[in-house]
T-cell receptor
Framework: NAGVTQTPKFRVLKTGQSMTLLCAQD?????MYWYRQDPGMGLRLIHY???????AKGEVPDGYNVSRLKKQNFLLGLESAAPSQTSVYFC???????????FGPGTRLTVT | GQQLNQSPQSMFIQEGEDVSMNCTSS?????WLWYKQDPGEGPVLLIA?????ELTSNGRLTAQFGITRKDSFLNISASIPSDVGIYFC???????????FGGGTRLMVKP
């Protein structure tokens, strides 16, 4: 039982490059979330999903896209990376909207 | 958007001391969560609170859901070196789907 896993753990991109971050969960949770964490700012929600095939915008969605084709996976895409997207990205899951969220180990992304 | 003010921003204490930190909000929440984050790791859930006035313990940690539903407190008793990390509060309002996080309290413990 791995819980929530994220790949890759680290990545360096040049401005304008694209990439996809993968979040996988084995807890059969309906809800999945993508956050970014920047120094002194806590975690901010980028996008989330309330179930397979659904996605919704969070607090800071611009420059990101997401897809939830399978219940256990939630993908975060950057189509044209910018230095402002340098951050640590965390995926989280929850059984329902009102229950606690469980986080993955994070992906550290640097855009030069 | 909603704001969560978490204080203090950092604390440097002696091993064995008790620690208190709190979060306040300008609006009402119906869920409060407390997380701890170690360096290079994701946040780990410590305590979840679902009712105003609720007081819940997890070992040496105790958290309370404020009566006004606009604040929450976390206490750590008899701190030890492994308590070092960043502690985050998070609140959820009636809209339900999103958590709002505080800015974190960085705890440092001197052996």
């Amino acid at each position: 039982n791995a819980g929530v896993t994220q790949t890759p753990k680290f990545r360096v991109l040049k401005t304008g490059q694209s990439m996809t971050l993968l979040c996988a969960q084995d807890m059969n949770h309906e809800y999945m979330y993508w956050y970014r964490q920047d120094p002194g700012m806590g975690l901010r929600l980028i996008h989330y999903s309330v179930g397979e095939g659904t996605t919704a915008k969070g607090e800071v969605p611009d420059g990101y896209n997401v897809s939830r084709l399978k219940k256990q996976n939630f993908l975060l895409g950057l189509e044209s990376a910018a230095p402002s997207q340098t951050s640590v990205y965390f995926c989280a899951t929850s059984q329902t909207s009102s229950r606690e969220q469980y986080f993955g180990p994070g992906t550290r992304l640097t855009v030069t | 958007g909603q704001q969560l003010n978490q204080s203090p921003q950092s604390m440097f204490i002696q091993e064995g001391e008790d620690v208190s930190m709190n979060c306040t909000s300008s609006s009402i929440f119906n869920t409060w969560l407390w997380y701890k984050q170690d360096p290079g790791e994701g946040p780990v859930l410590l305590i979840a609170l679902y009712k105003a006035g609720e007081l819940t313990s997890n070992g040496r940690l105790t958290a309370q859901f404020g009566i006004t539903r606009k604040d929450s407190f976390l206490n750590i008793s008899a701190s030890i070196p492994s308590d070092v990390g960043i502690y985050f509060c998070a609140g959820r309002n009636n809209a339900g789907n999103m958590l709002t996080f505080g800015g974190g309290t960085r705890l440092m413990v001197k052996p």
